[in-house]
């Protein structure tokens, strides 16, 4: 067996179960690029993230066919087993992309079942495997940002469906309540989480290796439940229900994209802390694009927001974010090739790798 099959056989093994976050950050920054009118970009990057989306899902039937054994050993793990929601998070995002950017509506809504599927499956094996399994870790080694993909894969999922409801005109109330139950439950999820991870924050010694990019997650959270709020407003008019609690959504859309605002200074001091102070170097993970999914879902959501309450004075700040996310999104990529074309020995060990891997 040559050096090449072993290495990507070794790949495959160690797949880091939040790469599908490369498909969630690449469907939002090409929706955030559509959006500030760069078209040929969006269109360029739709086309890249479906084929990222096929690679990606091959290699995940692949592992989970010949290497069921670190499937299951990622699933009992409190800090790896959040990753794999960015499957459902990714398809829905994706499906996202196809409508806004393509207007491919049944491709988005073949997606929008298999995100919805996978949400299910996953949200409620991984958390029941939590409560019921003997041995667990302490807060500060099993919880970190990555664990808020549950929120994102669940926001994620109810703001496709809002977008199908052209498709499925007769079924708009229907949709609607399922966006809107969809919605509120990941906002009271975010903040049974965010309290958990605030509180590592404070009362635990934390290291510049902890300040992994799924910590951007905090923001992204709340900046996608923006955008999910945003779409229910748009739509509230096709459904009783939401016309009547549109007051409340509006306030709470508002409280979601403030959170996110608050956490940006700080999430860049701590960047700033981890990297430049502390030494910590910078380098590509599969974990990057959990760092750069967040700026792009910012821009979107504060675009979408800017339009819901007519507030033109925050054009500049969504177009300033989808710049941002472009360039991270630039950086992730080129490191995402680096990696690819450099091919590691394969006698080394997957603890040299990381959680890289």
Partial sequence: MNRFTLVNKERIRNLQPAYFALVMATSIVAIACQLEHLGRIAELLTG???????????????????????????????????????????????????????????IAFVLWIAGIVSWIFLTYTIFATFTVKESKPTLDQGINGGWLLAVVSTQAVAQLALLLIPMFPGGAEVLLFLGLALWLWGGMLYIWMISLIFYRYTFFTFAPSDLMPPYWINMGAVAISTLAGAALLDRSALSPIVMQLAPFVMGLTLLFWAIASFWIPLLVVLEVWSHLIRGLPFAYSPLSWGGVFPLGMYSVCTYRLARTLDAPFLAPVSEAFMAVALVAWIAAFTGLVHSRLHLPDPSRSAAEDGDGR
């Fill in 48 to 106: 890249l993230n479906s084929g990222m989306f096929v690679i990606l899902t091959s290699l995940t039937l692949a592992r989970l066919t010949f290497f069921r054994r670190e499937v299951h050993d990622d699933i009992m793990n409190h800090a790896r087993a959040p990753g794999f929601l960015t499957i459902a998070a990714g398809s829905a995002l994706l499906g996202c992309e196809f409508i806004l950017i393509a207007g491919r509506y049944r």
